[in-house]
Nanobody, 124 residues
Framework: QVQLVESGGGLVQAGGSLRLSCAAS????????MGWFRQAPGKEREFVAGITWNSAGTYYADSVKGRFTIARDNAKNTLYLQMNSLKPEDTAVYYC?????????????????WGQGTQVTVSS
């Protein structure tokens, strides 16, 4: 079992930056591919970014490519999402997730453990 707790959300003006963190506890964090997802009101949860267990690979949704950066520190059991050049359409609840098996994925159903989410609001 893995417990995930996100932090770092908040209100920011368009063009600003935020850094989300996801603290993991429980089973070995470093074994899991990780991802960030988001869900805006009235919309389905969507993939934002993913990272392999050893940080060898990162991948992004087209909507955030070049603006967001995913990273992890396995020694600290922490996942990060650096978000720059934020836009109002980035407003959503952001969730971190861990996949309990090898292999990266962009699909929410492939992830086994989820945090409670952190709200990001970008004003225009």
């Amino acid at each position: 079992q893995v417990q995930l707790v996100e932090s770092g959300g908040g209100l920011v003006q368009a063009g600003g930056s935020l850094r989300l963190s996801c603290a993991a506890s429980g089973r070995t964090f470093s074994s899991y591919p990780m991802g960030w997802f988001r869900q805006a009101p009235g919309k389905e949860r969507e993939f934002v970014a993913g990272i392999t267990w050893n940080s060898a690979g990162t991948y992004y949704a087209d909507s955030v490519k070049g603006r967001f950066t995913i990273a992890r520190d396995n020694a600290k059991n922490t996942l990060y999402l650096q978000m720059n050049s934020l836009k109002p359409e980035d407003t959503a609840v952001y969730y971190c997730a861990a996949r309990g098996s090898r292999g990266s994925s962009r699909y929410a159903n492939d992830y086994d453990y989820w945090g409670q989410g952190t709200q990001v609001t970008v004003s225009s």
